[in-house]
């Protein structure tokens, strides 16, 4: 029973203290939260407006992150649950987390499971499905169903890098019997395309990148999805940015963690100087009218 007006409260605001801990004491936790606001709200508006720089009220609780490949997506899913909600459901086909993480459907969900998960009646939930398997119509059903959808995204260039390491380091874990032919991997048939053979390894970076600029399909791999205005957080992925993200919506201080899912990338600038990236593919990218696009979420320069 907590009394009408109280002398002093004791609670901690930000989520740090929650990594460890059960359920119930986080219900708990939350509880008093709320209670210590409504109470600065009543009696002592100034302390109730700092309070709220760091506190959201909506704080962990019904997420649905697009992943969009090669931003990040690992880092963020991993943080947001060891360092920020430990204890959420998670809707996650390519983990069974509650079966010692074994995997599950290896595959993204489908637009039918996202709009029946969008609608699951649930307090608190984590879903995820990258960008090439979302659209408006399941963006906006969870947006209507007071889930938060939020999108990082990165420099296209560095993208576009990241998928050629990205695409060699899936062919050398590849079976035998899925070399040649198997839909695992999206980049599989696009890389017979530009080389004839399956081996990425044999493709040169300038081809690589030519390729996935000027070819319809394969642009679907980096170019902003029609449905990012739909979406209600997009930002660049940097340390900056994500700690200002997991500030505004759940009051967590971030602390950043050694980065995930890393490859021998040196990045855009570092091939090009190098001659290895083309002056002539530049141009078709950094002139590429899906690249312009990025530019209303972050600031592209041509270095």
């Not at 690992?74 to 996650?92: C, F, G, S, T």
Request: proline share 4%; with cysteine.
């Amino acid at each position: 029973e907590l009394p009408e007006k109280a002398k002093s409260i004791h609670a901690h605001v930000t989520t740090g203290v929650d990594e460890n801990r059960s359920k119930s004491i986080i219900e708990l936790n939350t509880k008093i939260k709320e209670y210590a606001i409504s109470q600065a709200e009543k009696y002592q508006p100034k302390v109730s407006s700092n309070i709220k720089k760091y506190y959201n009220p909506r704080a962990i609780k019904k997420l649905a992150f697009i992943h969009f490949g090669k931003c990040a997506g690992v880092y963020v899913q991993h943080y947001l649950r060891e360092r920020v909600a430990p204890n959420i459901k998670h809707y996650n086909s390519w983990w069974d987390f509650g079966a010692n993480n074994k995997r599950g459907l290896d595959r993204d969900w489908t637009k039918e499971e996202l709009l029946e998960i969008a609608t699951t009646d649930t307090e608190i939930g984590l879903t995820h499905n990258h960008q090439l398997n979302w659209c408006k119509e399941t963006v906006k059903a969870f947006n209507d169903n007071d889930w938060l959808t939020f999108m990082f995204i990165r420099d296209p260039r560095q993208i576009l890098c990241s998928l050629y390491f990205w695409s060699q380091r899936q062919h050398r874990r590849w079976k035998p019997e899925e070399l040649h032919g198997g839909l695992r991997d999206p980049l599989k048939d696009k890389i017979k395309r530009m080389s004839g053979q399956y081996d990425p390894h044999q493709v040169s970076i300038n081809t690589f990148i030519k390729f996935l600029i000027t070819d319809k399909e394969a642009q679907h791999l980096w170019i902003l999805p029609d449905y990012i205005t739909e979406i209600e957080h997009v930002a660049e992925f940097n340390d900056k940015n994500f700690g200002d993200f997991l500030l505004k919506y759940f009051g967590h201080d971030y602390v950043p963690q050694e980065k995930r899912n890393t490859s021998p990338n040196k990045g855009y600038e570092f091939y090009r100087k190098a001659g290895e990236i083309s002056e002539d593919t530049h141009q078709l990218l950094i002139t590429h009218p899906e690249v312009l696009k990025y530019n209303n979420y972050m600031d592209i320069k041509d270095a």
